[in-house]
């Protein structure tokens, strides 16, 4: 699915935000800008736009972003939230015996999507027909009978009179579950097609009156979608050629102005080129949330990378009792795997980390983090004070075995050693070699 235009500026609006050092007011108005430039480009009616920014702006500014999440995050949310809300999540037609009534202008894909919407119903168990309610082109009625024939699909038409079309054939199908009635389009909105698509509307009594877009309607699509809501007031649509480099702006000018949601998109020409229409999916990839997820991971990796960065000097400072120990620990596990910290490592120390059991060292981190918990403070600073006697208790404490905490002291003294030894190049391969940092 490529909705070229709206979703390129929509995507690059949101790439300033997921890339910027830091998001402020100024930022976040500079992309509401942003947003209603690429609205506009791509025909969404300009009260929407207006509307639609000011709430997103609006809640930028004001809401606090939730625990867990960053204001880059939060900002990133709104924007796909506003989108979602205002497309609605879709809706499905729900599987049961009922007439649907087609609309929608000349060459919009309403005949093909009667063929998708009967295979569809047929996938789902039940027994779909149609009726070439369209006689005014005359290649309509063998279309939807080529159409069905693909999928043995009954068809009635070929009539001249679309109202006797449509009576006949309800009286013919009453045995089947759905009824999908295609009817005729213009080249635009013009007073006789209304009143045919009144006076169809009048017999077939339909559940379901479905408005067939293209993506690639411009501005048109509101005006035109009011025209058909006011006629027969529509209950759903369907966008088709989703395949297609459309604008995509039409569709949520359409759904704005109907207020009817967007059941199910055609997203080529075979008849099972068809799916469900979802709004949060639909708006992630046109604002391309994957790309910018996984700008906001960098962006993440790179605030680690500056912890670790810290961590390494610290490292390299001289000063190291258990507590600096503990905290680094703590920083380790925070960030995850080793295998980062190791990159972070000078020299060739990296490179010999990266062949050791990464899983169980860090499973030892998390047990050597029990064990500091039962120490004290004075303990943690000044760990040549734990003799035998303070062993035991502390193993008591942690609930594990003295070797093991005996085993964090020896730990301890090792690192300790290689803090000191970390000026030289040689005294740290030896080093590494010697704790093989399997611990
Ligand atoms: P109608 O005049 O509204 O009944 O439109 P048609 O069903 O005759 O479709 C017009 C053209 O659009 C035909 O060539 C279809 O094959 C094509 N079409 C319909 N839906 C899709 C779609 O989802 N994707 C693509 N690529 N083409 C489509
Ligand atoms: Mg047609």
Redesign the pocket.
């Known amino acids: 699915m490529v909705l070229k235009g709206l979703g390129e500026s929509l995507r690059s609006a949101m790439q300033k935000i997921a890339t910027a050092p830091h998001i402020d007011s100024s930022l976040i108005r500079e992309l509401i800008k942003d947003i209603q430039r690429a609205l506009i480009q791509a025909d969404v009616k300009i009260t929407l736009v207006l509307e639609l920014s000011k709430k997103i702006e609006k809640r930028a500014l004001s809401e606090k972003p939730p625990a867990g999440m960053t204001n880059r995050e939060h900002t990133i949310h709104i924007v796909h939230d506003e989108l979602v809300n205002l497309l609605g999540e879709g809706r499905e037609i729900p599987l049961k015996k009922q007439v649907i009534m087609m609309v ?1 202008l ?8 009667c063929g998708k919407l009967a295979r569809y119903f047929q996938t789902k168990g039940l027994r779909p027909a149609l009726i070439a309610g ?1 006689v005014h082109r005359p290649a309509a009625y063998d ?1 939807l009978q080529q159409l069905a024939e693909q999928i043995k699909v009954p068809v009635y038409g070929g009539g001249k009179n679309a109202l006797t079309v449509v009576r006949e054939g309800l009286k013919e199908f009453q045995r089947q579950d759905v009824i999908i009635v ?1 009817t005729a ?1 213009r080249h635009k909105l013009e007073p006789d097609l209304i009143e045919e698509m009144k006076q169809i509307f009048q017999i077939a009594q339909p559940r379901e009156k479905i408005l ?1 877009m293209d993506a690639a309607t411009g501005q048109q699509a509101g005006p035109q979608a009011q025209a058909f809501n006011d006629a027969i007031s529509i209950t759903g649509v369907i966008l ?5 480099t459309a604008k995509g702006g039409g569709a949520l000018s359409t759904v704005a102005e109907t207020q009817a949601p967007i059941l199910y998109i ?4 075979h008849l099972d ?1 068809f799916e469900k229409f979802e709004a949060t999916r639909f708006i992630s990839r046109l604002l391309g949330m994957g790309d910018i997820q996984s700008l906001l991971e960098k962006a993440q990796q790179a605030t680690e990378k500056k912890d670790l960065e810290k961590t390494a000097k610290q490292l390299l400072s001289g000063k190291f009792d258990l507590n600096d120990m503990y905290s680094q620990m703590e920083t380790l596990a925070k960030m995850g795997p080793l295998q980062k910290v190791a990159e972070m490592l000078p020299g060739g120390m990296g490179g010999r980390l990266q062949n050791t059991d990464m899983a169980g060292t860090q499973e030892k981190l998390r047990k050597f983090r029990v064990i500091m918990d039962s120490m004290t403070q004075e303990e943690r600073e000044k760990p040549r004070l734990i003799k035998t006697q303070r062993t035991h208790r502390i193993a008591r404490g942690a609930g594990v075995e003295s070797r093991e905490v005996k085993e964090l002291i020896r730990y301890y003294n090792m690192s300790r050693k290689m803090m000191k030894g970390l000026s030289s190049k040689k005294a740290q391969r030896r080093l590494m070699e010697q704790l093989d940092f399997g611990i």
Do not use: H, L, P, S
Not at 106 to 113: I, L, M, R, V
Not at 240 to 244: V, Y
């Open positions: 929608g000349y060459g919009q894909g309403k005949t093909t999507t369209d279309q295609d389009g067939v088709t050629k989703m395949d297609g055609g997203t080529g020409e080129d």
